[in-house]
DNA sequence: TGTAAAAACTACTAGCAGGTAGATATGTTT
DNA sequence: AAACATATCTACCTGCTAGTAGTTTTTACA
């Protein structure tokens, strides 16, 4: 719609009650990073119920600027990619970004939000259902989780390179996510050997070994390479579980 | 010797004749990256036989440099980090490591290259020997390349996470040097099953899941933490020997 | 079509960081 | 001790980049 960055919709229309509610989340203009990975629509999560046209035009943007920025501060680096490569990117430019974005942290901090938080998401909501066995559920938290890195890659390699730059605050905060994810694996993991299904003579912290799998696949997957996604992911579900001992 | 450098050393002699033959090598003032990772003794090889006092001086520096440049890059990013951090790190001057490297993206290149050419050094000297068995010898090679990944843990991350800001010579000789690495895995792992030591239905690119093992080490890997190092490789082997089915 | 509000832009600043020229200090040899 | 060579430093330049103030363009709606 403006400069570039289309918001693809029909007609405008204005709902003030809603974009009053809808503020708080939001707190235009300066969108800040927790928000960005919850309200926007199509590439990082489901669009939220009840939000304004007008916050979706927003969350659109904001997604635009982060997805484009991913990309260049995963070919660049985070400090060697400027904002004026960023906005010239997308055909806007710099005041642009700083008006959906306080500063280029808060972009990293989006950024970096996304991967981890699909990761989480995906593993509670295994977590919430029955898979029969503790070796079904590893392997759908396996595969999940490996779709996510592949899909998301990016992301995750940026997050991983770059996270030392985040704020103190934006870092405490993805750190507790990371930290809430691992804890959860590991209880999954020593629930399997508890139940019998896992080998118990498996180093009790197999958890890192299967993270460092699947934590790997973004550094080397290509996506014009030989090997399919679907390939890979069924190769690292062996993997995990022959790790595990359950195979 | 100068300024914070201290070369550890009783006295100074010159050895004109040495020294002429070196320079060939060590191209005195504009050490070069491939040179450093060969020349220097104490932290990345052994000390070259037949140099001249004057050389080890260089390279001791040399050293020096590339220590504390590696370990501030891991800290901070190579991007944001200045080269007037590394000098007053070593409480030196910027001018002082322009006489010992030709810029910032030298320095860079040093340390991408210790990580590499030792473990590509250690892979070479256990496939020179008889190890009896493959399993044996794919054991080995972990335990080898483990230990070096975990001693130079803030060489690794760096080369993982920066080696893109490498100039494009160096880029190209340093990647050679990891596809030779990757090369001789691969081979190695195809004999160990076709010998039928380890399971033919294994991933034919298991090679690459045993790196990820190993290459995610040095990012969570903490010499403070609980634990050894001997731990983690000692579970890092058992955990390649699974995957490779070689239990 | 006119008008007010929102969105985006142009043009700028201040500070920093890579790199260098020339001065100074240190060591060596006679 | 003088003279030369080497090693290191001080002081600077230049280009770049995060961030901003104020102006212009676009949109929504009467």
Same mark, same amino acid.
């Given at each position: 719609m403006?400069?570039?960055?289309?918001?693809?919709?029909?007609?405008?229309?204005?709902?003030?009650a809603?974009?009053?509610?809808?503020?708080?989340?939001?707190r235009l203009?300066?969108?800040?990073?927790m928000?960005? $990975? &919850?309200s926007? @629509?199509s +590439?990082?999560s489901?669009?939220?119920?009840?939000?304004?046209?007008?916050? #979706?035009f *927003?969350?659109?943007?904001?997604?635009?600027?982060?997805?484009a920025?991913s990309?260049?501060?995963?070919?660049?680096?985070?400090?060697?990619?400027?904002?004026?490569?960023?906005?010239?990117?997308?055909?806007?430019?710099?005041?642009?970004?700083?008006?959906?974005?306080?500063?280029?942290?808060?972009?990293?901090?989006a950024?970096?939000?996304v991967?981890?938080?699909?990761?989480? $998401? &995906?593993l509670? @909501?295994? +977590?919430?259902?029955?898979?029969?066995?503790?070796?079904a559920?590893?392997? #759908?938290v *396996?595969?999940?989780?490996?779709?996510?890195?592949?899909?998301?890659?990016?992301?995750?390699?940026?997050y991983?390179?770059?996270?030392k730059?985040?704020?103190?605050?934006?870092?405490?905060?993805?750190?507790?996510?990371?930290?809430?994810?691992?804890?959860?694996?590991?209880?999954?993991i020593?629930?399997?050997?508890?139940?019998?299904?896992f080998?118990?003579?498996?180093?009790?912290?197999?958890?890192?070994?299967i993270?460092?799998?699947?934590?790997?696949?973004?550094?080397?997957?290509?996506?014009?390479?030989q090997?399919?996604?679907?390939?890979?992911?069924?190769?690292?579900?062996?993997?995990?579980?022959?790790?595990?001992?359950?195979?």
């Open positions: 403006f400069c570039g960055i289309v918001v693809p919709t029909g007609r405008h229309r204005q709902n003030d809603a974009e009053g509610e809808f503020s708080v989340t939001i203009p300066w969108v800040d990073a928000t960005v $990975a &919850v926007s @629509d +590439l990082i489901p669009r939220a119920p009840g939000a304004s046209l007008k916050s #979706e *927003v969350a659109f943007k904001v997604n635009r600027i982060v997805e920025a990309h260049l501060f995963y070919e660049r680096g985070y400090s060697s990619c400027t904002l004026d490569n960023v906005a010239s990117e997308l055909s806007v430019t710099k005041p642009f970004l700083y008006s959906y974005f306080r500063n280029k942290e808060a972009i990293l901090a950024i970096c939000e991967g981890i938080s699909e990761a989480l $998401a &995906v509670e @909501d295994v +977590l919430a259902h029955d898979h029969g066995s503790h070796r559920r590893l392997a #759908e *396996v595969r999940k989780v490996g779709r996510i890195v592949i899909d998301r890659q990016e992301y995750v390699v940026v991983q390179r770059e996270m730059h985040l704020s103190a605050d934006d870092y405490k905060r993805i750190l507790r996510l990371r930290h809430s994810f691992d804890h959860q694996i590991g209880e999954m020593r629930e399997g050997v508890a139940s019998g299904e080998r118990e003579d498996i180093d009790p912290f197999i958890a890192v070994w993270g460092g799998l699947i934590s790997w696949i973004p550094t080397w997957y290509s996506a014009s390479g090997r399919s996604a679907e390939e890979v992911i069924e190769y690292l579900v062996q993997a995990a579980l022959r790790l595990a001992g359950a195979e």
